[in-house]
């Protein structure tokens, strides 16, 4: 089955500072590859994903790169602040909604104001 | 997004009891989910609820532990059976095929502490 492999485990960095995690996986097939925020005693929030046939996708601070040939994608997020603090979790699918989420460990992250 | 409720949003049970946890979506999806996550640690799924069907379970997960019910497109049921303090953790439901999409989203969760 799909693997997806996170890192860092931990982030630390200072307001302003920009923000890079990556993932790698190890199904060719996967084809949709989400980004979820969860705040300390909340829910998983998506607050990004790209699929397949785009290589970037970008929302504000937020984008996510994806290299196909390398099994990689990434999040990188800009300008970081206090409230951008949070665990991340990448994960991928093969095939489209009837088909489950392979998740990453998590990176936590923290934004030193 | 659609709305997603979980109850109930926490429990404290004793060891050899059963606690069900029900999720309800305000509009059909296509797919419901069943996850545990411990303190510090990523998502683990536990099987697809799948509607009119017997549930799809992970490996490490069985159904008589965790009996699913999916009576239609908007409810699902996850009860934890026998519970020992093994089982403290959250649970989160998760569902996609919203509105024809096929981003996944999460409920809130259920905190169980078993004693």
């Known amino acids: 089955g799909e693997n997806v492999e996170q890192h860092p485990s931990t982030l630390s960095v200072q307001e302003g500072d920009s923000a890079v995690i990556k993932c790698t996986y190890s199904?060719?097939?996967?084809?949709?590859f989400p980004w979820y925020k969860q705040e300390l005693g909340k829910r998983p929030q998506l607050i990004i994903d790209i699929r397949s046939n785009v290589g970037e996708k970008k929302d504000q601070r937020i984008a996510v790169t994806l290299n196909k040939t390398a099994k990689h994608f990434s999040l990188h997020i800009t300008e970081t602040q206090p409230e951008d603090s949070a665990v991340y979790f990448c994960?991928?699918?093969?095939?489209?909604?009837?088909?489950?989420?392979?998740f990453g460990k998590g990176t936590l992250l923290t934004v030193n104001p | 997004s659609a709305v997603i409720s979980q109850k109930p949003s926490r429990d404290i049970c004793q060891r050899g009891t059963s606690l069900t946890i029900q999720c309800q979506v305000d509009s059909q999806v296509t797919m419901m989910f069943w996850y545990r996550q411990q303190p510090g640690q990523s998502l683990t799924l536990i099987a697809t609820?799948?509607?009119?069907?017997?549930?799809?379970?992970e490996s490490g997960f069985v159904i008589d532990k965790f009996p699913i019910s999916r009576p239609n497109l908007t409810f699902s049921t996850l009860t934890v059976s026998n519970m020992s303090p093994e089982d403290s953790s959250i649970y989160l439901c998760s569902v996609s095929g919203l509105a024809g999409g096929d981003e996944q989203y999460f409920g809130p969760g259920t905190r169980l502490t078993v004693t």
């Open positions: 199904d060719s097939a996967s084809n949709y």
């Open positions: 994960a991928a699918r093969i095939g489209g909604s009837n088909y489950k989420l392979t």
């Open positions: 609820a799948n509607q009119g069907s017997e549930a799809t379970y």
